[in-house]
């Protein structure tokens, strides 16, 4: 910076003074600081100023620099002031050392570092914001997860703050395989910060799920009716998966279901369950109860089986049914065309001795991927040749479509359709199904669906050989919903609707009544998410009129006399629930007829109708991860028929380890009616109960054989790489274990058994447990988590292979690093009015010969750890923030780490003493 001072004489008598700068401190002066001069009367002398900034120096404020002019008896005659403002600086670097944090079951200190880094010049006030998700709670928060403070971070320094968090989860609670978080919002006159911190919980021992893992055997009692009106019975089960070599497969199923009203043969044979799949490559088969078909599904004990060539896939299909005389072929297959789609092809031949029938039905059709689209189509055609009392045949067909498109990315269409003549043997005998839907993004809160729904059932209904009228039902409905998400928890919508409704299947089959109406509906809804995530809460309300549009004059073969149409029939709908992830609750209010039926009720015999249902739920561990209870509820109350339903069912699962699983299954159901004839209630009650008990036995699989797997972590004082007794376990070594594909080329892919990464936290006795892991090579990778991370290094590099071939115990041994630690003395002056001193987030920094740094901050007392990897000289010194109020005794220590491990190092201040200064009045 420059500057221009002058000098003038304004006496009558020559002057000789003495010109002396003084700049703030830490400061320097680019040219001389006194100059001595001699002034005639009335001379002007100029002199060029050039001053250099700390480069620490504040920015923001005035700085003050003096100049003073003193005569020959240094009596001071005259001084200058300049006053020099600096720009500020803003570099702020906000950062949290973790973002996905692990942590022991049930953990209550969970520390989160937050760095803070201030490389401006200026003065920082920093508003931090901190939010958990349930069950992490905030330590010593006026809210349990919520918490806010300020702090001010001065220029050019390091500040660490730490948020304790506090895991309130209960051991077995269905939220322990939730991932929470901690949100940190921070901000300052300027500028935002924000993250999310993710909490992962941890055991140290890891178990196959004995419910999803394929055991060769598996063997389940089920005793069914134990309280209920029938008889009881039972069920015996027996189940498995094989895995033969060469990649290849057996699962089986053998139910045997006994009961005193079946023979013997009949429980083996004829009420049972059985069927055998064999997997090799591509080539299946399954043996047993099979079912196949596509468009017309056939089931019966058979054979089934499909072969697969390259992209095309070919299967067949034969069975016969164990309770009634009906025989079923059947041939199918997929052809790939280019690469442009598939044709799919196939049919079945029914013979029904029973009903002197006999029916075959083909389809064909194409499957076409285009970008962003997909379009299925397919045709259906059918035969029918009946002699029970005459000969006819009868012929069917069908057409099945279904559409999938994206335009511009942001309007998504799906279209589903089906049509089947009433001759048609298909699961769309007799039916119009149309569903479509398009929904267009607006932007990313708001977004709109036009929706089309049509559903047109005619079935034929047979007497012997003789068809009898036509039943049919048919709905229309179109709906245009509008949602808008408020912000990520809160999003509402709206939708109005047009729907129409007909049928004459009320009444006796032979009444051809007609009933239809319209209806005009809006419903409205908001769904909002809790802050913590926690809990979900749904309300809706509709409101609709509905129009009678056509209705028969005779039920059942009576007149009804008087009939005539009435004004739009109105009615409401209110509902709401809130779900979490243990239980739940949901209420629905009907005010008027909703529903065709209540409608034709209405109209016939002025008969209205209030109702409503509420239906609880509650899933809850009642010991650890291992006894699941699940209870369910539902209530409904119709109004004036005074009608009432209570259903009830309960679940308790438990997972006895060693492949043993019980399940208990009960229900009660309850119906109460009101008979207006004789003014009195029927009521019917039912209850059943059930319990089941299954083993499964974890036998070495042909192809695949299991062992157990322990890692020991321990800290190796000596070096021996072995573990002493007097070297103990180190907690908190997060591990993965990774299964390795084998570089054998030869050996196929499929043949080794996938097993997920896992991730364990070793115990307080540095342990970690694998059981069953499948036979083959591991690559295991850990690192310590603990408090002091820097404090313990792996001597073989963090990872290691392992080759899991029979039960195995692996021990890892643990160095100490160097370590230099101390703190920090304040000699503090009796008369300071500086107040307390913060001794916290002070910079320490070692170097070493080579020029390498390692650095930590200090603790609030002072105090401070540091570890540096390799023996060696280093340089340890300090961040002298206190400068202006404090002298540094020592600035530096050379150390060096020649047969020593850890050195201790003090760093002493001294408070410069106030000084007292008495002048001239």
Sequence with gaps: MFNLLSASNISTSVQKITVSLSVPGGWSLLCDKEYQIELQPGEKVDFPIRVAANEKVKGGIAHVMTASAFNENNIQLASAFCYIRTTEVRKLKIDVSEKFRYMKMQSKNNQVKIRIQNRGNAAEVISFAFETTQPLVIDNAEEETKHSLSIQVEPFTDTTISINIIDAVKEGDPMMSRLPRLQIEATTNDTAYSCYVWFKRLTSIYKPDYRTTSFPLTVGLIFRNLIGENNPSAELNLTGTVLLKKNRMVNYLYSINTSPNYSAEQMLWTYSQMWAHFQQKDLSVTLGDVAFGLETPVFGRGITAEYRLKRHLMSAHISRDVHSPVTNAGIGGEVQILDYGRFLGGGVYIIDDYNKRKQAAGYAGVMVPLTNQSFT?????????????????????????????????????????????????????????????????????????????????????????????????????????????????????????????????????????????????????????????????????????????????????????????????????????????????????????????????????????????????????????????????????????????????ATLDADLDQGWLVRVYGSSYLNSRFNQQDESFSKYKSFYLQAGISKSFGIQQPRHKYFNLILIFYKDFDGSNKMDENEPGLADILVYLERQQSIDSLTPRETIEAFPVTELLSDLYGKVTYIRVPEGNYKVKYKYLGKNTEEYFDLSGNERNITVDRNLKVYVPFGINYKVFGSIMMNRDPNSNAGNIDLGNIKVTATSADGKNYSTLTEKDGSFMLFVPAAGTYKVQINNIFWEKFDLLQNDYIINFDGFKQFRVMFEFNEKIRKINFGND
């Design 377 to 649: 189509l397919l045709f259906g055609f059918s035969n029918e040749a009946r002699s029970l009392d005459s000969t006819y045949s009868l012929n069917g067909n069908g057409i099945t479509g279904i559409y999938n498109g994206k335009f511009f990315n942001k309007l998504d269409v799906t279209f589903t359709g089906y049509y089947g003549s009433r001759d048609y043997i298909a699961r769309s005998q007799g039916q119009i199904y149309i569903r479509t839907r398009a929904i267009y993004e607006i932007n990313r809160k708001m977004n709109l669906q036009l929706s089309y729904f049509k559903h047109h059932i005619s079935k034929p209904l047979w007497f012997v050989d003789s068809l009898l009228p036509e039943n049919y039902s048919h709905i229309d409905q179109i709906y245009l919903r509008y949602g808008l998400n408020i912000n990520p928890r809160v999003q509402v919508f709206a939708q109005p609707s047009l729907m129409n409704e007909e049928t004459n299947s009320f009444y006796n089959p032979l009444d051809s009544a007609q009933f239809s109406t319209s209806t005009a509906k809006a419903q409205f809804g908001c769904r909002v998410i809790t802050a913590n995530r926690k809990y979900s809460l749904l309300t809706t309300f509709a409101q609709g009129y509905s129009y009678i549009t056509d209705y028969g004059t005779t039920i059942q073969g009576e007149v009804i006399e008087g009939l005539k149409n009435i004004p739009a029939i109105p009615s409401s709908e209110f509902g709401f629930s809130v779900r979490s992830i243990m239980w739940g609750i949901a209420f629905r209010y009907y005010y008027g007829p909703y529903s065709l039926y209540q409608r034709k009720n209405f109209f016939y015999y002025g008969q209205s109708s209030r109702s409503f249902r509420i239906t609880p739920y509650l899933q809850k561990y009642l010991y650890k991860d291992k006894v699941l209870l699940d209870l369910r509820a539902n209530y409904d109350n119709y109004y004036p028929s005074k009608t009432e339903r209570f259903s009830f069912y």
